[in-house]
């Protein structure tokens, strides 16, 4: 059935440095990759996207890119800050059908 | 213009009882989606919209589980005899056609 595998579960990083998550999925008609930020107590909340007709996107310190041929997709955060600290989740959806998440990775950016 | 709400925020139960919950997406939106969120785990989805229509549901879903969206507008979700297992966060999310999901803020539910 529709998986999505996310690692790690955790990362912890020094302030200014680089973050990266990876994400892997198992169907292959998915076409639409979104990333969610989710603070404690909050609600998930959209942080950038990709399509399947792009191979990467960049939203200043924030980038993700996507390999179709081997169904995986990352998530590059640069410079990293304190705020940036949360859960941050990956998500895959091919057209007109639900989003399916992986299961998470806090990050935890150390002054 | 309001996000998409959710009411209650909060919800104690006794295990066997009933409970509802409401959602109400962006008013231009035509599809919502429920999720269910566990600790230190991603959303879990359980059901779409497209307007009033039901299009899918998660095979995981216990037939407790049921989901309304009568006008294509707001949403009910209702838990019937509810077990302890059930005790989770509650997510509605609503998009237009396949513009990108926007979560509420979730409905807790405890079950005692």
């Known amino acids: 059935g529709e998986n999505v595998e996310q690692h790690p579960s955790t990362l912890s990083v020094q302030e200014g440095d680089s973050a990266v998550i990876k994400c892997t999925y198992s169907?292959?008609?998915?076409?639409?990759f979104p990333w969610y930020k989710q603070e404690l107590g909050k609600r998930p909340q959209l942080i950038i996207d990709i399509r399947s007709n792009v191979g990467e996107k960049k939203d200043q310190r924030i980038a993700v890119t996507l390999n179709k041929t081997a169904k995986h997709f990352s998530l590059h955060i640069t410079e990293t800050q304190p705020e940036d600290s949360a859960v941050y989740f990956c998500a895959a959806s091919s057209l007109r059908r639900k989003l399916i998440f992986g299961q998470g990775t806090e990050l935890s950016v150390k002054p | 213009d309001t996000g998409v709400s959710q009411d209650p925020r909060h919800k104690i139960t006794k295990r066997g009882q009933n409970v509802t919950f409401r959602c109400d997406p962006i008013?231009?939106?035509?599809?919502l989606y429920w999720y269910r969120q566990t600790l230190g785990q991603g959303p879990e989805f359980l059901t779409y919209f497209q307007n009033e229509a039901q299009l899918e549901k998660s095979r995981l879903l216990s037939d407790r589980f049921s989901a309304e969206r009568p006008k294509g507008s707001f949403s009910t979700l209702e838990i019937q005899r509810t077990e302890q297992g059930d005790s989770a966060m509650y997510l509605c999310?609503?998009?237009?056609?396949?513009?990108?999901?926007?979560f509420g803020n979730g409905t807790r539910l405890t079950v005692t």
């Open positions: 008013s231009e939106h035509n599809r």
């Open positions: 999310a609503s998009s237009f056609q396949n513009s990108p999901l926007h």
């Open positions: 169907d292959s008609a998915s076409n639409y």
